[in-house]
T-cell receptor
Framework: EAAVTQSPRNKVTVTGGNVTLSCRQT?????MYWYRQDTGHGLRLIHY???????QIGDVPDGYKATRTTQEDFFLLLELASPSQTSLYFC??????????FGPGTRLTVL | KTQVEQSPQSLVVRQGENCVLQ??????????LRWFKQDTGKGLVSLTV?????DKTSNGRYSATLDKDAKHSTLHITATLLDDTATYIC?????????????FGAGTQLIVIP
């Protein structure tokens, strides 16, 4: 069965802090995605990747970097966290069909 | 501008009752529409996908319809259970491959009470 895991599940940091969110998939999928979910909004795409070493910009990329080190691992980096980045972050993976499988989410709070 | 609108925003029903959730969208092209269930603090789990004009699907107590002319979908939940308490999210895909984009609604929060 498809499996996408995220760590940490919860994170609290301060304004200006440096945060890395991790995502690992064991589906052998080529595509991986990072989203944020905020009350009153649908999930919004931050960055995505077609494969190891590839990075594509999503719809809300400002303040975020990402890196795809292997087919399995996709990281989201917040180098100077701000309170506006307090959110629930989801990672997803998909094969060529585009059907996405989601991780359990990471709740990030920036004080 | 929001391209996927869901209604109602929230809904409270008694266990055993039926309910209907609505999704209207303006995404073009609209290759497919998928309904997800999201338990509080958890990830999204796919319930059903609709692809064709006037598609109808059924998955246990969940059934869904799609009217591509009207750009409208409904999710019906029959004989609700307490475990149906969750947020239900409508997602429209503009292509049938990973090269397409997904457009997410904000969700309907369903609360089932005893």
């Amino acid at each position: 069965e498809a499996a996408v895991t995220q760590s940490p599940r919860n994170k609290v940091t301060v304004t200006g802090g440096n945060v890395t969110l991790s995502c690992r998939q064991t589906n052998s999928h080529n595509y991986m995605y990072w989203y944020r979910q905020d009350t009153g909004h649908g999930l919004r795409l931050i960055h995505y990747s077609y494969g190891a070493g590839n990075l594509q910009i999503g719809d809300v990329p400002d303040g975020y970097k990402a890196t795809r080190t292997t087919q399995e691992d996709f990281f989201l980096l917040l180098e100077l966290a701000s309170p506006s980045q307090t959110s629930l972050y989801f990672c997803a993976s998909s094969d060529d069909s585009g059907e996405q499988y989601f991780g359990p989410g990471t709740r990030l709070t920036v004080l | 501008k929001t391209q996927v609108e869901q209604s109602p925003q929230s809904l409270v029903v008694r266990q055993g009752e039926n309910c209907v959730l609505q999704c209207n969208y303006s995404v073009t092209p609209d290759n497919h529409l998928r309904w997800f269930k999201q338990d509080t603090g958890k990830g999204l789990v796919s319930l059903t996908v609709l692809v064709h004009e006037n598609d109808k699907t059924s998955n246990g107590r969940y059934s869904a319809t799609l009217d591509k002319d009207a750009k409208h979908s409904t999710l019906h939940i029959t004989a609700t259970l307490l475990d149906d308490t969750a947020t239900y999210i409508c997602v429209v895909g503009d292509r049938g491959s990973a090269l397409g984009r997904l457009h997410f609604g904000a969700g309907t929060q369903l609360i089932v009470i005893p």
